[in-house]
């Protein structure tokens, strides 16, 4: 299968790729996303803009109380890093249950974020910790919450001139914690989410202080459940107080059926790994 | 567009559209097909390659994104006559039956050793967990990769299921 012809540049610098950027283009990074919908022509820009060569995008590094991963740094190396595991372990989880080995040795966090599929495993850990997206293009930078960044199916809050340069993570103080965890496609962890959870928490005097959980592979986007954390906070985080919050896991979320369940079945599975995740992040605090 | 790549150790400069796929690339400009195009949807591992050390799917990249990389292919792995140890293990445990996912498992489970000498059972099936097998049903393939680490390591493979 080959895509359809398209014009190909190799910016190297953010500046080149801003100028190449249009309606008609689209930004390559690992390609794991953007490369098989182009392959299956359900996708067809007439310029692809590659920043893979663009210099000094591909590193993970802490300043300014945050962690930042540039919009090069690979899936495995996500999982892999140690700041990223000790104040987002629930993307670093995420990211070593996205695609298989190879998939992680190409996609990129970033990609995975800007590609807003409805069943990634990143996107749901990147909300539950509160990350911050940062999209920059030819007039300036703006952040954005990546609670508001999953804007609906594969639509991201990107526009077509923008590209997401990095994701900015808080690091994790006191009393915090995150986990997530899943059912694959093809079982166990891998492929893409059935349904998927993350979440984050805090806790202080043996009360959850805060709380934010997010939901994958289920509803129209992967997206914050505001009635799970709300009720999750103030509570002691004891098994029972989970599962009066994971009862709320459906709250605003309108259930897709697809090829993998029913709407009930996938119901069920979101309360199911809302709960897991929770109890996760509650035992790593 | 000129591309210019080492691929198993010999350097190529080759004309090509930018959507010419890698796993195209080295089949068809190269005329190496020991590297196989299974699924075409990036899914069956049969046309995993190394790029720069990391197991790949060929058919999920663009050979304008190799441009100055360094490739190596099943035709690479062999020491001239000499198979390399992942090879003899699915020679010696039958970790093939119509051979077609091969090449793709054998470069990822070289990988795989390359990365951990001394894999567990999980370990080595996670680390094929994206290359499908049609007809083994993976189980003589996790005996070729174990052979394969412990002569990797230097030590005696353990035995055949057939001889225990």
Known sequence: MYPREFDYVAPASLEEAFVALGDDAKVLAGGMSLIPLMKLRLLSPGLIVDIGRIPGLDSIEEADGHITIGALVRHADTASNPLVTANAAALAVAASMTGDVQVRNRGTTCGSAAHADIAADQPAALIACGATMVARSASGSREIAAAGFFVDTLTSALTPAEVLTAIKLPKAGPGEASAYDKLGRRGGHSDYAVAGAAAWVKKSNGMVEAARVALTGVGTKPMLLEGVGSALVGADGSDAAVAAASAHALDAVTVLEDLYGSEEYKGHLAKVFVARAMKKALAAV | ?164
Request: charged share 20%; glycine share 10%.
């Open chain 2, 1 to 164: 567009m000129e591309v210019s790549l080492t691929v198993n150790g010999r350097a190529v400069t080759s004309d090509v559209e930018p959507r010419t796929l890698l796993v195209h690339f080295i089949r068809e400009h190269l005329r190496l097909t020991g590297t196989h195009v299974g699924c075409e949807t990036g899914y069956c591992g049969a046309c995993t390659v190394h790029v720069d050390g990391k197991a790949v799917k060929s058919c999920t990249m663009f050979a304008v994104q190799a441009d100055g990389a360094d490739i190596l292919t099943i035709e690479g792995v062999a020491n001239d006559d000499v198979l390399h140890p992942v090879q003899e293990g699915f020679w010696e445990r039958h970790g093939l039956q119509c051979g077609f996912c091969t090449p793709g498992m054998i470069m990822s489970s070289i990988a795989l050793l390359e990365a951990n000498r001394t894999p567990t059972e999980t370990e080595i099936r996670h680390g094929i967990e994206g290359n499908l097998c049609r007809c083994t049903g993976y189980h003589n393939i996790v005996r070729s990769v174990q052979y394969a680490a412990a002569v990797m390591r230097g030590e005696e493979p353990p035995p055949p299921d057939w001889e225990t």
